[in-house]
């Protein structure tokens, strides 16, 4: 198809002037033929747009089933996450709350041993104090060889009990 133009299009919008492009018009001998052609042409485009839009929209339509797909199936998952979370938030609770009260035992048992430590630390100070005051006592009670040499003798210091008489 050939065409010659004398003229270019001009489009005017607010006084100024774009020039879009030229071509040449000819003329056809058959004008009917031409326009066949054009329609034919318009009528092929028509249908391929349609069945590409209609491709198109089966994609759609299929990525739309999958998404929803998908989508049911991340909510599953985020709700079995959080069920499988919850228990394990349980299962650490309880696990936790065990070696609170293990720590508590223990705390309470070391300190019952070092209580017991002490008393008996103190019992043994106590029963080392007194051994070394008893033998220091026993000491302080017994006689020396001086002693025994310049005590008196106990018959002449006291006068007998039976030869006193009372009035």
């Not at 100024?16 to 326009?35: A, D, T, Y």
């Not at 069920?83 to 650490?92: Q, S």
Request: proline share 3%; aromatic share 4%.
């Amino acid at each position: 198809m050939t065409v010659s133009a004398k003229a270019v299009p001009v489009v005017e919008q607010k006084l100024q002037k774009f020039r879009l492009g030229s071509f040449n018009l000819e003329k056809v001998v058959s004008p009917g033929e031409v326009i066949r052609e054009l329609i034919c042409d318009c009528l092929d485009t028509i249908a391929e747009s349609q069945a590409r839009n209609e491709h198109l929209q089966k994609e759609n339509e299929r990525l739309l089933r999958d998404w929803n797909d998908v989508q049911g199936r991340f909510e599953k998952c985020v709700s079995a996450k959080e069920a499988v979370e919850t228990d394990l938030y349980k299962r650490f609770i309880l696990v936790l709350n065990e070696k609170k009260a293990k720590i508590r035992s223990l705390h309470k048992l070391l300190n019952e041993v070092q209580e017991l430590e002490k008393n008996i630390e103190h019992e043994r100070e106590t029963t080392t104090c007194s051994e070394v005051t008893a033998d220091r006592d026993a000491a302080y009670g017994e006689s020396t060889d001086e002693d025994s040499e310049n005590l008196p003798d106990p018959s002449g210091l006291a006068p007998e009990i039976d030869s006193i008489s009372y009035k």
